[in-house]
Structures are given as C-alpha cells and as structure tokens.
C-alpha cells in the first residue's frame, strides 16, 4: 500500500514565524503535491513537483514555497505565517506522466496560526 | 479556467435512503474522473475513477457513477445509504493534457442518520 506520511497532524504557531511542513512518500512516486483545504471551497492546489528540484505554481502560491531535495520527500514553507493561512494542509503523491494518475493522500496537518 | 461544480453542499439522509451526488466539470476535452471521499478524522481516499470505456463505473462500498459526456456530469450513487457513509465527498476531474494535475470540487457533506 502506498503510504504518504505528514510530519505533523496538529502544529499551532504565531503570526509571522516560518514554518515547515514535511511530506514523505514511500511508493517512488515522481508528482508530489500541497493542498489546503478549507470549508466550503475543496481541496486548493498550492505548489506540485515533478522531479526532484523541480516544482511548478498550483492555483494559491502566494505566501507559500516548496522544497523537494529528495524524491520522497516534499516540504511546504510558509515563510511567514499569517492568521490567513490557518488550514489543513494536505500531501498527495502520483506515479508520474503516463502513469497512474490517482493522487494518494496523507492524513493531513492542520495549522493553527495565532 | 476549468472548473469542478458539486451543487449539493450538504446532504442530510436517513439510512436506506438513495443517495445522488452531482458533479459537473467545464471542459471540453478528454477527462478523467474521479470521486474521493474523507470519513471523519481520516484521510482522502479513492471511491472510484473513470478513464474510458463502460461510462457506468463501479467503485467500493456499493458506490457507483455515470459519466455523462454530453451533460460534462460524473454523478455519484449509492441505492442504499449506511450511518458509516458520513463522509465528505469530492469529485475531481483530471484534463488528460494536464498530466496528473486534478481539479477538485468544493465537496458534499453527507450525514446519515440511523
């Protein structure tokens, strides 16, 4: 079974600090993705990678970066945390272009900023 | 831009009840489909995804969705709802020239009373 872990499942922090959210999957899957999902509007894509080293914007950057150093793994920044960015985040992964497309998920973090 | 509708946002059934979800996504190109669903303090899980062929895909729990070209609809269904589908659902539609990115509704909140 292919597991995606998440660093945290609850993570309160403080207006302005960094922050970081780690994902890591155990299937070598190419795509790794970041959600965050909030009542009443789904699941919002916030960056996706490819490759290792590589990523490309989802739909909501802005306030946010990724780093992904190592295939399994994929981190979310939030360079500095404002009230606005309390959310569960969630972390997907896939198999790669011309693979198998389904997304598999983690179990989420839900952020609280303060 | 491509966009995913789910109209019912929250849905409140008694068990045994039928149960329909509708989802209808905007664009005229070749899609896959999929229908995700969350139970309470769980993770994002697959129901059921549609790439080609039988439009009539069946999926676990007794789900089952129709993929309607001309209506661009991929309607979740269930004839006989348990208390232990309380769940949110989300339908996802993936453009098959967008790789593995997948758009996401706003999602269905289903309560199923005993």
């Known amino acids: 079974d292919v597991k995606v872990t998440q660093s945290s499942r609850y993570l309160v922090k403080r207006t302005g600090e960094k922050v970081f959210l780690e994902c890591v999957q155990d299937m070598d899957h190419e795509n790794m993705f970041w959600y965050r999902q909030d009542p009443g509007l789904g699941l919002r894509l916030i960056y996706f990678?490819?490759?290792?080293?590589?990523?490309e914007k989802g739909d909501i950057p802005e306030g946010y970066s990724v780093s992904r150093e190592k295939k399994e793994r994929f981190s979310l920044i939030l360079e500095s945390a404002s009230t606005n960015q309390t959310s569960m985040y969630l972390c997907a992964s896939s198999e790669g272009t011309g693979g198998v497309i389904e997304q598999y998920f983690g179990p989420g973090t839900r952020l609280t900023v303060t | 831009a491509q966009s995913v509708s789910q109209h019912n946002h929250h849905v409140i059934l008694s068990e045994a009840a039928s149960l329909e979800l509708g989802c209808n996504y905007s664009?005229?190109?070749?899609?896959?489909l999929f229908w995700y669903v969350q139970y309470p303090g769980q993770h994002l899980q697959l129901l059921l995804k549609y790439f080609s062929g039988d439009p009539l895909v069946k999926g676990i729990k007794g789900f089952e969705a129709e993929f309607i070209k001309s209506k661009f609809s991929f309607n979740l269904r269930k004839p006989s709802v348990q208390w232990s589908d309380t769940a949110e659902y989300f339908c996802?539609?993936?453009?098959?020239?967008?790789?593995?990115?997948?758009?996401f509704g706003t999602g269905t909140r289903l309560q199923v009373f005993p």
């Open positions: 996802a539609v993936n453009p098959v020239y967008n790789t593995d990115k997948l758009i």
């Open positions: 664009y005229g190109g070749t899609v896959n």
């Open positions: 990678s490819y490759d290792v080293k590589m990523k």
